[in-house]
Every structure is written in structure tokens, then in C-alpha cells.
């Protein structure tokens, strides 16, 4: 984790350091002003692209974010997916702004597109709650790090608006696996069953989670995965292709059956202890985090 950060950080610092070096100041509007070579653009466009990909994270240095994840106490996972990664993508779309990058930047929309393959893929291979939602996190953090490479100001605008959807989506999930993990002590897909049965308020609150994760059509994050497609179609219909077959179907399935699993199955022989369910406290923390996702749906209607 610390290699990571450190690696990330120091390219970015790079980066600053070359830019105040060619234009001999530190100010923004002087920077945004000066006209850059094309080599010396191409250069600090991979510091930024790499260095705010570690933090986003981008395939393939997205793996200390699902350890951090795992390791980490609920509260930090909260605050690490729900504000801490979106710092790199308004990081990369203010510094990017400076150098007036307009080349052809394939290559960067494949490796993010990987990105979404990737942690679509893993979806099907987890036996953690925790890292489920950690991979569902790093599938839609390089969806929206999509938009901030192949849109214009519109798209950028469904860039920001799906960052905060998946803020206080992301958010729920982990609350939720808090909740699961204090009563059952365990994390684990094959421990975590019969939730319905036992505790009926959270099995609720995991399906209105689910069906939100899955971009059901009139939510914020299927009008942004919309807009995201259209762009895309102007790269070819491959890559549209790639993003639905792999976050819509592949993912969603892949993030649903694990869940659907915990509730609905059987009581697991190891909790066959009564279990309470969802207190005061918790049932007005998942209903404000789920009203602020349909203030900020509602809201985002207007705008787009």
C-alpha cells in the first residue's frame, strides 16, 4: 500500500515539478497559457495518467485497494471508496486541463477498459463480501475514469454525477457488509445465509442495494453508463460491446449471485443462532445514504 501511494504521488510530483520547470511559475492561469510541445505534452500526460491511475486505481495497480479493503476497518473503506479515490479523478481532470491534451489516447481507454474487464471477471472468483464490493468499486471507478478520457464537458458533468452516485452507493455497500459481519463474525459467502429469514430488514436493504448497483433504467448510473456507450460508439461498436457484455451482464450477475445467496439460501449450520436485525440507528443511516443517492438521481435528471 505504501510502495503504491508512494510510486503514484511521486509521478504526479514529477509531473508538477516539469510543468513549473518549463513555464517558470507555479501559477495556474500561467500554465493553462503556455503552449507545450508536443513531446513534452505526450510526457506529462503519462505522469498524470499514471500516477492519479494508481490512486483511481486503474488495471493493473488496482490491486492494493481490494487488500486495503479487506484489511481495513468498515468506517476507512467507507471513506477510502467514498471520497478519498475521487480526489484522483479531480486531480487528473484539473491538472489534464493545464496541458490540452489532444492527442490520440487509445491506448489509455484500453487499459482502462481492461480495468472494467478485470474486475468484472474477479466478481465470479470472490469469497469475501468485503472484496466483492471492493471489485465492484474498482469496476466502476475506471467506468467513470472512462468518461474523463473520451468526453466533452457534457460527459464530464455524467463523470462527476456518477462519482457521486457511486459515493454514497459504495457507501451502503460497505455499511452493509458492517452490519453482516457484526452479527454473523464472518464475511465469507459460505458462512452468510438465510439472511431473509433471520434478519428480513437488512435482506431488504441488500436487494434495494443490488438493484441500484445494477443501473436499473431511470437511475443516475444508467443515464451516465448510457451517455458513456454513445461516446464510445464513436470509437467503434467493439468497445460498446466490451463495456455491456462485461459491467452489465458479466459484472452484475457475477456481484448479484453472491448476495442473492446470502439471502436466500438456507441457514448456514454455523448461524443458527437467532440473529437480531437491523436497529434504529442502522435502518436511518441506510435510508439517508439511499435518499441522498435519489436526491442526487433526481437532481442529476435536470442537469443531464
Not at 511559475?25 to 500516477?51: C, H, M, Q
Not at 480526489?87 to 491538472?95: C, E, Q, R, V
Amino acid at each position: 500500500f505504501v510502495i503504491w501511494t508512494q510510486v503514484g504521488s511521486f509521478l504526479v510530483f514529477g509531473a508538477v515539478v516539469y510543468m513549473g520547470t518549463l513555464t517558470g511559475s507555479a501559477d495556474y492561469e500561467s500554465i493553462r497559457l503556455f503552449k507545450f510541445k508536443p513531446n513534452e505534452v505526450w510526457t506529462l500526460y503519462a505522469l498524470l495518467f499514471i500516477g492519479f491511475g494508481i490512486k483511481v486505481p486503474i488495471w493493473p495497480s488496482h490491486y492494493w485497494l481490494t487488500k486495503t479493503h479487506v484489511e481495513a476497518p468498515s468506517g476507512f473503506s467507507i471513506y477510502l471508496s467514498g471520497f478519498l479515490v475521487k480526489t484522483a479523478l479531480y486531480g487528473f481532470f484539473k491538472l489534464n486541463n493545464l496541458i490540452l491534451f489532444e492527442g490520440a489516447h487509445y491506448l489509455c481507454i484500453a487499459i482502462v477498459v481492461i480495468g472494467v474487464i478485470d474486475a468484472s471477471l474477479k466478481l465470479w472468483a470472490q469469497s469475501d463480501l468485503k472484496k466483492i464490493v471492493a471489485y465492484c468499486t474498482v469496476q466502476e471507478m475506471n467506468m467513470i475514469f472512462l468518461l474523463f478520457l473520451t468526453g466533452d464537458s457534457m460527459i464530464i458533468v455524467c463523470g462527476i454525477l456518477f462519482s457521486a452516485a457511486h459515493a454514497f452507493l459504495s457507501a451502503l455497500m460497505f455499511f452493509l457488509v458492517d452490519c453482516i459481519y457484526r452479527r454473523c463474525h464472518s464475511r465469507s459467502v459460505f458462512a452468510v445465509q438465510g439472511l431473509l429469514q433471520q434478519t428480513p430488514n437488512l435482506a431488504i436493504a441488500i436487494l434495494i442495494m443490488c438493484v441500484l448497483y445494477s443501473g436499473l433504467p431511470g437511475t443516475l448510473k444508467f443515464s451516465c453508463e448510457l451517455n458513456l456507450l454513445i461516446v464510445l460508439s464513436e470509437l467503434g461498436l467493439l468497445p460498446v460491446f466490451v463495456i455491456v457484455t462485461s459491467a452489465n451482464i458479466i459484472g452484475v450477475i457475477g456481484f448479484s449471485k453472491n448476495w442473492f445467496n446470502a439471502i436466500f439460501n438456507l441457514p448456514s449450520k454455523e448461524l443458527d443462532k437467532p440473529m437480531l436485525d437491523l436497529s434504529w440507528k442502522e435502518i436511518c443511516i441506510i435510508a439517508f445514504t439511499i435518499g441522498f443517492f435519489i436526491l442526487v438521481n433526481g437532481w442529476a435528471w435536470f442537469v443531464i
